[in-house]
Nanobody, 128 residues
Framework: QVQLVESGGGLVQAGGSLRLSCAVS????????MGWFRQAPGKEREFVTA????????YYADSVKGRSTISRDNAKNTVYLQMNSLKAEDTAVYYCAAELLLWASHTASRDEDDYDYWGRGTQVTVSS
């Protein structure tokens, strides 16, 4: 059973930074593209960023591009999301997700329906 556990959320002032981590267990981490999604109160869950199995390519939503960086450490089975210049509108529960891609190492989806496993989420609150 693949399990994803997010950490690193919290309360931060606007303009500050946070680094989220997602530890993956129970599967072969290198077989998964990884993504981060978020859900703000009263809104649908939305794509934030994704990274391919090898880490060679990354994808970002326009809302976070230039302020966020996704990375992965395949030796530690962990994916990270570094968020800088945080804004009040970044307040949300952030979810880590894993997309099993045995035959495609150079792609990662922006569509949450393509992801196979999800963490429980970590709350990020940005005060203005």
């Amino acid at each position: 059973q693949v399990q994803l556990v997010e950490s690193g959320g919290g309360l931060v002032q606007a303009g500050g930074s946070l680094r989220l981590s997602c530890a993956v267990s129970g599967g072969t981490f290198g077989n998964y593209a990884m993504g981060w999604f978020r859900q703000a109160p009263g809104k649908e869950r939305e794509f934030v960023t994704a990274i391919t199995r090898s880490g060679s390519s990354t994808y970002y939503a326009d809302s976070v591009k230039g302020r966020s960086t996704i990375s992965r450490d395949n030796a530690k089975n962990t994916v990270y999301l570094q968020m800088n210049s945080l804004k009040a509108e970044d307040t949300a529960v952030y979810y880590c997700a894993a997309e099993l891609l045995l035959w495609a190492s150079h792609t990662a989806s922006r569509d949450e329906d393509d992801y196979d496993y999800w963490g429980r989420g970590t709350q990020v609150t940005v005060s203005s």
